[in-house]
């Protein structure tokens, strides 16, 4: 069984710095996409990073490409979403997901935009909150 735990989330100033993590076990980490999604009150879920850890190809979405780095600690089976100069519009719950790679990621030498239907194992979210 996949277990996902997410941890980091905290209330910070505009401009301010914050370090998710997602804690996985039950899975071989190399056969994963591990992707953070963000979903803010009243909006739809967003997928803001991806990662696959068997070649390092990752995915960013344009509104948070160049502030937020994905990362994984291979020893720990952890996958990290370092976030910087942080905005208000940032506010959201956080959320990491797996899915299984497919022919497509190992065809390319970058990931593709991450799906929130395509991951099928998740964590129960940490809330991060971002003030001016």
């Known amino acids: 069984e996949v277990q996902l735990v997410e941890s980091g989330g905290k209330s910070v100033q505009a401009g301010g710095s914050l370090r998710l993590s997602c804690a996985a076990s039950g899975l071989i980490f190399e056969h994963y996409v591990i992707g953070w999604f963000r979903q803010a009150p009243g909006k739809e879920r967003e997928g803001v990073a991806g990662i696959s850890r068997s070649d390092g190809n990752t995915y960013y979405a344009d509104s948070v490409r160049g502030r937020f780095t994905i990362s994984t600690d291979n020893a720990k089976n952890t996958v990290y979403l370092q976030m910087n100069s942080l905005k208000p519009e940032d506010t959201a719950v956080y959320y990491c997901?797996?899915?299984?790679?497919?022919?497509?990621?190992?065809?390319?030498?970058?990931?593709?935009?991450?799906?929130?239907?395509?991951?099928?194992?998740w964590g129960q979210g940490t809330l991060v909150t971002v003030s001016s």
């Open positions: 997901a797996t899915r299984l790679r497919t022919l497509q990621d190992r065809l390319t030498s970058t990931l593709p935009p991450i799906r929130g239907t395509d991951f099928t194992d």
